[in-house]
């Protein structure tokens, strides 16, 4: 059976150019006409025609050949994309949807435009209009216990921000302000009080909880923020209806996006719950996959009990959301939106960096999965942060040597050449978020970082000549979740000024197309499965209006988006939705 099936692949091949799986007659199929289709799958490039049967691809090629596998009366033509073109369903790998829900459910007063189900809450970039706008927010207002939640601020745009400057714009409404980066908060004093803070619970804290924490300025950052404040704070910030509210809301979003699969590393356990009952059901237009925390669960767990606490964690998703088996999320270094991360030539302005897991808790947390055979994803933003990863990764590829093991370095703000070199002799991949230099390259080369490491950042140009894979993600909403607009970052690498930072370190479009597809698939070990038009892979696929090879790559972002087609399922866009992004980067 096997040789017979092989035997008639090679012939289809050879007598009408397709791939294919299986002979039609088992199935009912549909056969897609499509202006282009760009497969990423190199037997196939491209294709005039795709046949799907089960919610499965049956074949791709042209359209003489595809009528022909569908055995004629059992099929369907359809001809509604023929003006079209059909790419592989694009793949979002790393957001929060619940710091998304409650972000973009705020007060956005952030340093670039953010156009949220029809509403633009237009771009700050200085300290006087920043206070200015929040100070409108507070007024509109009309009930004055209403706590004022806001995000998207950040220091070195909307300069130093403390307990003080809050309470002079309100000494009885309690406000919250959420750091660009999500990793700070900075409360007033009606806010720390409403909370039930006092400097004595600060002082029992472990000291680098403390080290994190500054209450005489309502400041928290890192554990400070996640491991102190936010279980406190999640009362006021995240009732059940408003985070519902803004899960459907990122259901939205990621579909206007064209994302048929997405991926959380390191969510929030508590929210898994209400995150499955928004995300898992069957009406989800995309499938959405979790990553434990590692870090958290290292907090309570060593060694055999650390797994088996992972394990019974991924239990209990269903519908469209499940975990990923055999993966954890695991942190060297602090934020980039804070400019908290690990460089190993440190700050022009002699400030420190953070570690969100000290480097000796880290390296025994990473032993104990490494050697359960975890794929491990590594959240890193410095040199000195990637360092640490790099260094724990050798010490265990030399101790215990493991193939295709698929480390991933995430976020990948700042490496070096002789970094990229080593990623590529370890075997590890890259998933990064190269919207970190369109929004941050200019400020940062004035302040913190200098002009010729800001430009650098992201080096994206060294990883693909590296032969390294690389995945792009949105860590939304740190960037827009949207597979496209990362692909344009990726290529253009276009800063608010109109400036391009480190051209040598552009991708191709075809790069950057594979890096939100197939690539993006290879990082959450889903290849087989998604990735690419491939006969025996789910049928995902994102209808463009227009082809992002072809068009004028400062246009890749505007690509309209007819909706997407979710293991055969057609999904078009409502007439009226567009997508929540940047509409503009002045």
Known sequence: MIRSL??????????????TVANSETAKTVVYIAKDIITMDPATPRAQAVAVADGRILGVGSQEAMIKLSGGTLASIDRRFADKVIVPGLIEPHIHPVLAALSLTMEIISIEDWLVDGKTYAAVRSQEGYIQRLRESESLLADPATPLLSWGFH???????????????????????????????????AAIEAVGLNADMVLSEPQAIQEQTN?????????????????????????????????????????????????????????????NTVLGDE???????????????????????????????????????????????LFTDGAIFSQLMQMQDGYTDKHQGEWMM????????????????????????????????????????????????????????????????????????????????????????????GPE????????????????????????????????????????????????????????????????????AYSL???????????????????LEQNPLQVETMTIKDIGIWGTVLEGRLQPLPLAATPSKKSELH
């Open 215 to 275: 209450l005489a300025e309502g400041h928290f950052w890192e554990r400070g923020m996640f491991e102190f404040l936010l279980p406190k704070l999640m009362p006021f910030i995240a009732s059940e209806q408003q985070v519902i509210a803004g899960l459907e809301l990122t259901e939205r979003y990621l579909h206007a996006a064209g994302v048929t699969t997405s991926a959380e590393p390191a969510g929030l356990a508590s929210m898994y719950s209400v995150q």
């Open 358 to 449: 000290m480097p000796e808790n880290y390296a025994r947390t990473f032993k104990t999965y490494w050697d359960a055979g975890y794929q491990i994803h590594i959240h890193q933003n410095g040199d000195a942060g990637l360092e640490i990863a790099l260094q724990v990764l050798e010490q265990n590829m030399r101790r215990n040597p493991r193939n295709n093991h698929r480390t991933t370095l995430v976020h990948f703000g700042f490496a070096t050449t002789q970094q990229v070199q080593r990623i590529a002799a370890l075997g590890a991949i890259v998933s990064a978020n190269p919207y970190y230099t369109v929004a941050l390259a200019d400020r940062y080369g004035e302040v913190g970082i």
């Open 6 to 19: 092989i035997n008639f692949t090679a012939l289809a091949v050879c007598l009408f150019g397709l791939s």
């Open 525 to 543: 070990q889903l290849e087989n499965e998604i990735g690419s038009i491939t006969p025996g892979k789910r049928a995902n696929f994102t209808i």
């Open 155 to 189: 220091h070195y745009f909307h300069g130093k921000l403390t307990r003080d400057d809050l309470d002079a714009i309100s000494t009885t409404r309690p406000i919250m302000i959420w750091h660009r980066s999500c990793h700070e908060f900075i409360l007033n004093t």
């Open 453 to 520: 490491r800001a430009d650098e950042m992201v080096r994206l140009g060294d990883v693909s000549r590296a032969g390294i894979s690389i995945s792009l993600h949105s860590d939304m909403p740190m960037a827009p979740a949207q597979p496209l607009f990362l692909a344009w970052a990726a290529v253009n690498r276009t800063t608010f000024s109109g400036r391009v930072a480190g051209p040598e370190q552009r991708l191709t479009a075809e790069q950057a197309l594979k890096a939100i597809t197939l690539d993006a």
């Open 283 to 329: 009406a989800t237009p995309f499938r959405f996959y979790f990553i434990p925390d590692g870090r958290m669960l290292a907090l309570s767990h060593q060694g055999d009990a650390l797994i088996a606490a992972t394990e019974e964690m991924i239990q209990g998703m269903s519908g469209h959301t499940a975990f990923l088996p055999k993966q954890v999320k």
